[in-house]
């Protein structure tokens, strides 16, 4: 079975300052990482994906996301974050050896706030 | 061109109630994901649909959840006998390769 940690609900930071949004994973073969981010009244965006390659991704509005094997981590980053980042942040996985087709498991959300 | 439209955007409705809920995937796109969002609950997967076929239904909370897919297109969401613990945003999702997904606005259900 495959899972999604993210063991923040909330996360506050000063506009300006980096930013970590924490997420874990457990799959039975190699994982296809996602992260997806939902505005206030607006429906979820893709942000960014990691399936192979670089274990730094870059993606949408400057973020990026860093692979980490061994501690089965996809952390989102980004060096300065901005107040419009504000924002419910979610993790997602797929498991590369599928036995019901392509079905992406989200985590629970993380509540970024970005204050001036 | 059009993203994905889900309908209506807002269900109000009555406890043992059945509701039917539409979604219009992106034209094209092969793959389509019913989800539910409750407050605290993150995205819960119900079904996934590749073409008209369901391969993984795991998701659907009860045998009073159904959904099916015609002609690759659209979708139907379909709760018979509403309870109160239904109430959720429902969303759709439409993919062209099962990785990026494009999520429609969500139809908010509400089970008085």
């Known amino acids: 079975a495959q899972s999604v940690a993210q063991p923040e609900d909330q996360v506050n930071v000063a506009e300006g300052n980096p930013l970590t949004v924490k997420c874990t994973y457990s799959?039975?073969?190699?994982?296809?990482l996602f992260w997806y981010v939902q505005y206030p009244n607006r429906g979820l965006q893709f942000l960014l994906k990691?399936?192979?390659?670089?274990?730094l991704v870059k993606g949408s509005y400057g973020f990026e996301a860093e692979f980490n094997k061994s501690q089965t981590s996809f952390h989102l980053k980004k060096p300065s974050a901005l107040v419009s980042d504000s924002a419910l942040y979610f993790c997602?996985?797929?498991?590369?050896?599928?036995?019901?087709?392509?079905?992406?498991?989200f985590g629970t959300g993380t509540q970024l706030k970005v204050e001036l | 061109g059009a993203g994905v439209s889900q309908s209506p955007s807002n269900k109000v409705t009555e406890k043992g109630k059945d509701v039917e809920l539409r979604c219009d995937p992106i034209?094209?796109?092969?793959?389509l994901y019913w989800y539910r969002q409750s407050l605290g609950q993150g995205l819960e997967f119900l079904i996934y649909?590749?073409?008209?076929?369901?391969?993984?239904k795991s998701g659907l909370p009860s045998d009073r959840f159904s959904a099916e897919r015609t002609g690759g297109s659209v979708s139907t969401l379909t709760i018979q006998r509403t309870q109160q613990e239904d109430s959720a945003v429902y969303l759709c999702?439409?993919?062209?390769?099962?990785?990026?997904?494009?999520f429609g606005s969500g139809t908010q259900l509400s089970v008085l």
């Open positions: 034209s094209g796109h092969t793959a």
């Open positions: 999702a439409s993919s062209p390769e099962g990785e990026k997904l494009f």
């Open positions: 649909f590749q073409g008209n076929s369901a391969p993984d």
């Open positions: 997602a996985v797929r498991d590369s050896i599928t036995g019901g087709g392509n079905k992406l498991t």
């Open positions: 799959v039975s073969g190699n994982p296809y």
């Open positions: 990691y399936i192979t390659g670089d274990n």
